[in-house]
């Protein structure tokens, strides 16, 4: 079993940065591709960023990108996600997830994080 726990969240005004971590225990997370993914209220889960095994292969949904930048150290065991100019709209909790393959596909990833929650005031 992986455990991860997400930190970094908070409140930030718009125009903001906040930066996400996500620390992983009980697998190493080098053989995994690593996912954030958020939900605001009344919302359905959706995908942010997704980071492949090694970190070459990195994909954004189009309403973060390049405002937002995802990483990863395999020796620290953590996913990272920077977040920059960050609008009211990014407002919600943000989740971490592993899986074998990189995927935009909240229902293919097997581990999850309990969640950060980030709310960007206007």
């Known amino acids: 079993q992986m455990q991860l726990v997400e930190s970094g969240g908070g409140l930030v005004q718009a125009g903001g940065s906040l930066r996400l971590s996500c620390v992983a225990s009980?697998?190493?997370?080098?053989?995994?591709?690593m996912g954030w993914f958020r939900q605001a209220p009344g919302q359905e889960r959706e995908f942010v960023s997704s980071?492949?095994?090694?970190?070459?292969?990195?994909d954004y949904t189009e309403s973060v990108r390049g405002r937002f930048t995802i990483s990863r150290d395999n020796g620290k065991n953590t996913l990272y996600l920077q977040m920059n100019s960050l609008k009211p709209e990014d407002t919600a909790v943000y989740y971490c997830?592993?899986?074998?393959?990189?995927?935009?596909?909240?229902?293919?990833?097997?581990?999850w994080g309990q969640g950060t929650q980030v709310t960007v005031s206007s």
């Open positions: 997830a592993a899986r074998y393959g990189p995927s935009r596909d909240a229902h293919e990833y097997k581990y």
């Open positions: 980071i492949n095994w090694l970190g070459g292969m990195t």
């Open positions: 009980g697998r190493a997370i080098s053989a995994y591709a």
